[in-house]
């Protein structure tokens, strides 16, 4: 889960990291009155989960009222990369002497946290790491023992930071880690991490993103998801316990095991075809998550055609064919689906659809043959009788 600019900035506070004094607004009005309480200058920040928000003018100085009404009224409502602003960050402005970058993040090939940091910040860090890998240090940190006061010492100092600011950024990068840590982040980011010209240290930016598998220690954290721009179809899936990824295409997916459904969408994708969805019914499917799990593929209305790919195991085919049954009894789908079924009773589930004589819902063998079947459906060809 990523958090917007603002609630990373609220976290990184209550981890002493400093930054400045601001509030979040939705309207102009609101912004008005909360840049009065900042004090100007002020800064107005479109607060969306993508980055590069400065160049795409989603980050403005404002003066005095007449700018802040500006910003803000251009801001909100704006489209950034896709993204569109609904909530503005106005903070009090910061003058800015140097301007820094620090990550801390996991390199899951050495097992091992590792801390970035570079004296070269405020702009693209891809771009440094690229032209100027010696500008960017990278130092990985023991796990068990932690990021110490003095492994942060020495990588501001490697880094080139000024040596009268080599304790305040120290502070930060321990900061920061303590953060990543104890919130069970996969990402803290800073960028700019700024000194001021009265030499104090301070995060003008962040990027945190949270470990969703952990979030359940942090109630605090769980109120944070921007769920406004969550696709409202994986909410619902989330709030069901179903594991569902919204993907572009219009052929809805269903399997049980997220390995199978991979290989479902490899080859769907294979047979010409373009996935809508990724939904993984788990093991034990019974009736009713059929059920639910076929109104979830239907509420994306681009699904033009729907795969069932089942293997036995746990799950008995014969349950599954009496949760589609029970599903097409309550939904009545106008769409085609392409159902395979194969493993632990398969036999007696084919025979059970076949009796039912549902409508519009054609049997495969293979996956293969489904797939074939459910793209040819999809572009609205005829595949023989329904089975
Ligand atoms: P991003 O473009 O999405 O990374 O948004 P940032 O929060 O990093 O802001 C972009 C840039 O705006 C920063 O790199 C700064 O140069 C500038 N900026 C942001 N806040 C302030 C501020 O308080 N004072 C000044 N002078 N510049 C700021
Ligand atoms: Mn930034």
């Known amino acids: 889960?990523?958090?917007?600019?603002?609630?990373?900035?609220q976290l990184f506070a209550r981890h002493g990291l400093r930054?400045?004094?601001?509030?979040?607004?939705?309207?102009?009005?609101?912004?008005?009155?909360?840049?009065?309480?900042?004090?100007?200058?002020?800064?107005?920040?479109?607060?969306?989960?993508?980055?590069?928000?400065?160049?795409?003018?989603?980050?403005?100085?404002?003066?005095?009222?007449t700018e802040v009404r500006e910003h803000a009224g251009n801001i909100l409502g704006m489209d950034i990369k896709g993204h569109t602003v609904r909530t503005l960050w106005i903070e009090h402005a910061s003058d800015i002497a140097s301007e820094y970058y620090a990550s801390v993040l996991l390199d899951r090939s050495a097992k091992k946290p590792l801390v970035m940091f570079?004296?070269?910040?405020?702009?693209?860090?891809?771009?440094?790491?690229?032209?100027?890998?010696?500008?960017?240090?990278?130092?990985h940190v023991d796990p068990?023992?932690?990021?110490?006061?003095?492994e942060a010492v020495e990588i501001a100092s490697d880094g080139g930071v000024d040596a009268d600011v080599i304790e305040g950024v120290a502070d930060a990068l321990v900061a920061l880690y303590e953060v990543w840590l104890q919130e069970d982040a996969t990402l803290t980011e800073i960028n700019p991490l700024i000194v001021t010209p009265e030499r104090e240290v301070k995060?003008?930016?962040?990027?945190?993103?949270?470990?969703?598998?952990?979030?359940?220690r942090h109630p605090d954290n769980q109120s944070l998801s921007d769920s406004e721009n969550e696709d409202p179809i994986e909410r619902r899936a989330k709030e069901e316990g179903v594991q569902y990824v919204k993907l572009d295409g219009?052929?809805?997916?269903l399997g049980n095991g997220a390995g199978l459904v991979m290989s479902t969408l490899d080859v769907v994708a294979q047979a010409g075809g373009s996935p809508a969805n990724f939904l993984d019914a788990g093991g034990g499917s019974n009736a009713e998550k059929i059920e639910q799990a076929v109104d979830l593929l239907l509420a994306?209305?681009?699904?033009?055609?729907?795969?069932f790919n089942i293997f036995g195991g746990i799950t008995r085919?014969?349950?599954?064919?009496?949760?589609?049954?029970?599903?097409?009894?309550?939904?009545?789908?106008?769409?085609?689906?392409?159902?395979?079924?194969d493993g632990t009773n398969d036999v007696e589930g084919r025979r059970l659809l076949q009796e039912a004589e549902l409508p519009n819902v054609y049997a495969a063998k293979t996956m293969n043959e489904a797939a074939e079947k459910v793209v040819a459906l999809a572009a609205g060809q005829s595949v023989g009788a329904p089975a």
């Open 144 to 150: 068990l023992a932690g990021l110490s006061r003095a």
């Open 203 to 216: 995060a003008l930016d962040s990027k945190v993103s949270l470990d969703d598998n952990a979030l359940y």
């Open 300 to 307: 994306n209305h681009a699904v033009k055609a729907v795969l």
């Open 250 to 253: 219009d052929i809805g997916i």
């Open 118 to 139: 570079s004296v070269e910040g405020g702009v693209d860090i891809e771009e440094v790491a690229e032209q100027t890998p010696e500008k960017l240090i990278r130092r």
């Open 19 to 65: 930054v400045s004094q601001g509030l979040p607004v939705t309207t102009v009005e609101d912004a008005v009155t909360a840049a009065a309480e900042v004090g100007y200058p002020v800064v107005v920040k479109a607060q969306v989960l993508i980055g590069g928000r400065g160049k795409a003018g989603g980050v403005k100085l404002a003066a005095d009222e």
């Open 1 to 9: 889960m990523d958090l917007l600019e603002y609630q990373g900035k």
């Open 317 to 341: 085919c014969d349950e599954v064919a009496q949760g589609l049954i029970a599903a097409f009894e309550q939904i009545k789908p106008s769409v085609p689906f392409v159902v395979r079924l």
